[in-house]
């Protein structure tokens, strides 16, 4: 069974920095693509990031210029440097990956359950 698992999330003034993490464990064979989303009550969840397993980022435009998406394959772990926070990046942000959960070529997609981000003074 593959578990997702988001941390490093909190409580953070404007202008200030975090770095979350997302970490896969249990019957993982292989991560290809992996994703940050983020969601506030009420609305759609949004893509904020993605990176591919040979390290290719992208980003959308509420994340470029302050962001930065990495990985550490030998840990099963990606993460998200978040500068320069805004109020308006207040949100549950979640990953979402591409795993093989077992020793046949197939995979199949994984939500982690979130980790909250409040930008306040």
């Known amino acids: 069974q593959v578990q997702l698992v988001e941390s490093g999330g909190g409580l953070v003034q404007p202008g200030g920095s975090l770095r979350l993490s997302c970490t896969a464990s249990g019957t993982v064979f292989g991560i290809n693509t992996m994703y940050w989303y983020r969601q506030t009550p009420g609305k759609e969840r949004e893509m904020v990031a993605i990176i591919t397993n040979e390290g290719t980022t992208d980003y959308t435009d509420v994340a470029q210029g302050r962001f930065t998406v990495s990985r550490d394959n030998a840990k099963n772990t990606m993460y998200l440097q978040m500068n320069s926070l805004k109020p308006e990046d207040t949100a549950t942000y979640y990953c979402?990956?591409?795993?093989?959960?077992?020793?046949?070529?197939?995979?199949?997609?994984?939500w982690g359950q979130g980790t909250q981000v409040t930008v306040s003074s």
């Open positions: 979402y990956a591409e795993i093989k959960p077992t020793i046949a070529p197939r995979y199949s997609w994984y």
